[in-house]
């Protein structure tokens, strides 16, 4: 499992949210762009299926330190804009995992009130 969230990891956030940090807009490659969303949505469709396996949580029907640390992932692209519409499975997840007391306690106040300063996945995921 832990190489499987390292994918969900490295293609989300480490190949495609920080290539929007680091390139300068006018630097960007569209063509760079597409490839790395279409290795994002491959990745979130492999995930998709794997939950619709679980019907629960990443590791089975408890609540798991893998949720722990694959939660913030999904959180972190979906601050990013990422829309989990063609995601339902991962949309019942998020949802689940979010209502949890021990999520709304720590959930960054900033999140709650401001929007975020930029979404690179609005319109792409």
């Known amino acids: ?9 490295q ?10 940090f680091q390139t300068k807009e006018e630097d ?8 790395k969303v279409e290795a994002a949505i491959e990745e979130l469709d492999r995930w998709e ?6 019907k629960a949580f990443v590791a ?10 694959f939660y913030p992932i999904i959180a ?20 689940k995992v979010t209502a949890r007391p021990s999520v709304q306690k720590s959930w960054p106040p900033h999140w709650k009130e401001e929007p975020p300063m930029i979404s690179p996945f609005k319109g792409r995921i």
């Open 1 to 9: 499992m832990h190489e499987a969230a390292a994918n969900m990891q």
């Open 11 to 20: 293609k989300l956030i480490l190949d495609l949210l920080y290539y929007f």
């Open 28 to 35: 960007r490659k569209e063509e760079e762009v597409a490839k």
């Open 49 to 54: 299926a794997y939950l619709g396996e679980t």
């Open 60 to 69: 089975g029907p408890d609540f798991s330190m893998a949720d722990v640390w």
């Open 76 to 95: 972190q692209s979906i601050r990013m804009g990422l829309d989990l519409g063609k995601f339902p499975n991962m949309k019942a997840y998020y949802d």
